[in-house]
């Protein structure tokens, strides 16, 4: 069973392994915490936005990229487009390739902010039983970050 943790505060100061990045699929980062990991992470910015026209952003699939510090960013599509609002099921998608990217890297902890919910437009409310229920009975401790 993860350990639940409930944050207000800065995504980007916390000490997790992977921190998790709310993108579109169009390469735009240009608003909320978004543009925050753009100035914080280039080099992320850069792999993400030539990912996105090559086609290899879309809904349900974390895009990962290693910072040279050892930090991992999963740049998740919360959004097809920057316009759209977010839809459940692709955030619901998008959860369960992120379980797997986490098992796959053997993640310990990993911080995660309230998914759709700011721009995109979803309740937290209903967002965040979805990611609790989706680690399952993983030992990982999950950072969620309140609205």
Not at 67 to 77: D, V
Not at 81 to 90: C, I, N, Q, V
Request: net charge positive.
């Amino acid at each position: 069973m993860p350990i639940t943790q409930l944050i207000r505060g800065d995504l980007l100061a916390a000490n997790a392994q992977i921190l998790v990045n709310p993108v579109n699929c169009v390469g735009v980062m240009g608003k909320g915490l978004a543009l925050q990991f753009k100035r914080t992470y280039p080099d992320n910015y850069t792999a993400y936005r030539q990912a996105c026209d090559t086609g290899l952003v879309h809904p349900g699939k974390v895009f990962s990229y290693r910072e040279a510090n050892g930090i991992w960013i999963a740049n998740f599509p919360t959004k097809r487009h920057w316009r759209d609002t977010s839809l459940m099921e692709d955030i619901e998608l998008g959860i369960v390739d992120l379980v797997q990217f986490t098992r796959t890297i053997k993640a310990r902890n990993i911080a995660i902010p309230p998914l759709g919910c700011g721009l995109g437009g979803l309740k937290w409310s209903e967002v965040k039983p979805s990611i609790i229920q989706a680690f399952g009975n993983d030992s990982i401790t999950l950072m969620l970050f309140e609205p």
